[in-house]
């Protein structure tokens, strides 16, 4: 080996020696001794350049594009259908719908290009001048600033998080460099329209669209599309709605985009011409407004759909889905409109009391579909649901409960006696204020007193059948049934008919004239038991979603028999007598209708229960001071009279036509 490589050595050192650096150099006086010769000097250079060449080989090659996007890359809205296949209502944390490229009109398209990148589609991926540009800023004042093609931009929206750093810029290059040799300029436009932040809570063109002119994409002119393009630069910056200085620098940016569309081609100067008005975009965002009422029908079915359908709260949160729900548009708008008025009327009446007064409504199916509820008067302002709080009492509107209870199982008089059947025609002791017995005689309370039953006004009915008591809403034999019955069994049919464990009362005399505090939902569905021969359905508010265009499996609505269909029947027939006994003139003789009103001994709430046209809608009144705590509050004539009962007058209105 040596003597092959010892001319070769021979030859190069005295050329290594001289391009070896002597510092001072000799032969140089004063500061040119410190100056590097031009061989040292293009021997440093093709050095720093081969080495950086080297490292961005190495880097490019040893950088990958991610697998996973960030989650606002992919994050959609949820749309939500009423039961007529039209939209109710979009949600989200981000309001994105994603739209193909060849549906974003090419005007749309161009104002992005000349706004954003006009060398977009010959362009590397990356701009040297700008991450020139970006670099001397960052070693300047610690940041980074423009310079970003589209391609970069996004693979910042989807790859990378918004640091302005250089570490980050560089790995964004990298990218950015990949990712324009493996897809197309077409998919890559695609993906920055529709993952590009455009204020107002929106992401994607599409919804930046509907956020600012109430339109589809696919319905921007060329002016519009400017404005919107103008927002990619900074939306805070650039929305006219936000400030004086922010509308000078929207319709600054706006005329910059259309004669820069006409520089590149992209707009004639004739059409041009046409645009010298700044397109005002709307004054709020549409898509924040579900609507009053629609945000309780959202949170419902939102809820159902996660449990039901297996949704995790993340993946729900990403979007995508839509949600077709069970809820009738015209029977909200009646309920809703029905309600409204009797606030109103409230506020009119009775102003005080009218601050804290609560409408809670809801109709359901003889299957089990909710139809239509009343959560409140703007869940903006309030989140409590009035349709599904479980707060005041029941009152004698549970008594069909206990009547069906001593039908389905019968009663017991003596402790080892056997149980005997109950008809409607069995005979109870209708007074008032007469003494509940058990087996063992006189039912005492934990203060040592008689209990006894009370009817409304202290009135007597002497003896009376349980179907003319229900008819007419007597508590006295109600209380003694649930007590011969057993408390247990009252419990047990209540639940069965859909009312929640957590719900019902607790086991005293009580329980059968109304102690239980179930929500207008689950009343409204347990009359529908009622209706349906017997039959519960569990009441459900969806029937079908997808996701991204594919079904989601959704469990079916549990079905139970909660009592015999006679037992069913007769109640209903009860309840039909006690509509009539109430209404006689409100509905036709034909009319299939039942009802029952509801009230409580120390009148803190006022029901109204009914089925006609196998649809059950339950209506209560309450007052509830929010700001104090849950504790019901007497209704100082909220509840209205008689003669005219503010819950059966919502219930009629939104039941309309009976007949």
Do not use: C
Request: proline fraction near 6%; charged fraction near 25%; glycine fraction near 10%.
């Amino acid at each position: 080996m040596a003597p092959v490589l010892g001319p070769v050595v021979a030859w190069l050192g005295p050329h290594a020696r001289r391009l070896r650096p002597h510092y001072p150099r000799p032969g140089r006086t004063g500061w040119r001794r410190w100056i590097p010769s031009w061989r040292q000097t293009l021997g440093g250079f093709l050095a720093s350049f081969g080495l950086s060449t080297l490292f961005l080989v190495v880097a490019y090659a040893a950088t990958d594009i991610p697998d996973n996007l960030n989650t606002y890359a992919t994050q959609q809205d949820n749309v939500y259908f009423w039961a007529d296949g039209t939209p109710m209502a979009r949600t989200g944390w981000v309001q994105r719908q994603a739209m193909p490229l060849e549906d974003i009109p090419k005007h749309v398209r161009s104002a992005v290009l000349a706004a954003e990148n006009a060398s977009f589609y010959s362009d590397p991926g990356i701009s040297f001048e700008g991450l020139t540009r970006a670099l001397f800023r960052t070693l300047g004042q610690g940041e980074t600033q423009g310079g970003s093609t589209i391609t970069q931009q996004y693979v910042k929206n989807v790859y990378l998080n918004q640091d302005q750093t250089l570490s980050r810029k560089f790995e964004e290059a990298m990218i950015a460099l990949k990712l324009d040799n493996e897809m197309s300029k077409d998919e890559i436009l695609e993906g920055y329209l529709n993952t590009s932040w455009y204020g107002r809570g929106t992401y994607g063109i599409q919804r930046a669209a509907q956020a600012y002119y109430g339109k589809d994409v696919s319905k921007l002119n060329a002016s519009e599309s400017a404005f919107l393009a103008s927002l990619l630069k900074g939306a805070g910056l650039f929305d006219p709605t936000l400030g004086a200085a922010n509308r000078e620098r929207a319709v600054e940016r706006w005329s910059w985009t259309l004669d820069r569309m006409v520089e590149i081609g992209e707009l004639s100067p004739q059409e041009r011409a046409k645009y010298r008005t700044f397109p005002e975009p709307l004054k709020s965002n549409p898509l924040y407004d579900t609507g009053e009422q629609s945000d309780y029908l959202v949170e419902l079915v939102a809820q159902y759909a996660k449990k039901n359908a297996g949704i995790s709260d993340r993946e729900f949160d990403l979007g995508g889905y839509e949600i077709h729900t069970t809820f009738d548009k015209k029977r909200m708008a009646r309920l809703t409109d029905a309600v409204t008025k009797a606030r109103k009327k409230a506020q009119k009446d009775h102003p005080k009391a009218a601050r804290t007064a609560h409408y809670g409504a809801a109709s359901i199916a003889a299957d089990g579909r909710i139809l239509a509820v009343y959560g409140g008067p703007d869940h903006r302002k309030q989140g409590y649901n009035e349709s599904n709080a479980t707060t005041v009492p029941a009152g004698s509107a549970f008594m069909p409960f206990v009547y069906a209870a001593g039908l389905e199982h019968g009663v017991r008089k003596t402790r080892d006696g056997e149980r005997t059947p109950v008809t409607g025609e069995t005979v109870y002791n209708g007074d008032d204020e007469v003494p509940v017995t058990t087996p063992e005689g006189p039912y005492w309370d934990r203060g040592g007193r008689k209990v006894s039953a009370r009817n409304d006004g202290g009135k007597s009915y002497g003896q009376i059948s349980l179907r003319r008591a229900l008819a007419l809403s007597v508590n006295t034999p109600f209380m003694q049934l649930g007590m011969d019955t057993g408390l247990d069994k009252v419990r047990a049919t209540a639940v069965a008919a859909g009312l929640l464990p957590s719900s019902i009362g607790a086991r005293v005399p009580a329980l059968s004239t109304g102690s239980s505090t179930p929500s207008a939902i689950r009343m409204a569905g347990g009359y529908a038991t009622f209706a349906a021969d017997g039959l519960h359905t569990e009441p459900y508010s969806v029937r079908r979603i997808t996701h991204n265009g594919h079904k989601v499996a959704l469990a079916e609505p549990r079905t139970r028999r909660a009592m015999g269909a006679d037992t069913a029947r007769e109640v209903q027939a009860a309840l039909a007598d006690a509509f009539r006994e109430a209404h006689p003139e409100d509905a036709p003789a034909t009319a299939e209708v039942a009802g029952k009103a509801g009230t409580t001994e120390d009148s803190v709430a006022a029901w109204y229960v009914g089925t006609a046209k196998k649809v059950s809608t339950a209506v209560v009144v309450y007052r509830i001071d929010l700001g104090e705590s849950l504790e019901p509050l007497p209704l100082e004539g909220l509840d209205g009279t008689a003669a005219d009962s503010v819950p059966y007058g919502i219930w009629s209105r939104a039941m309309s036509p009976l007949g």
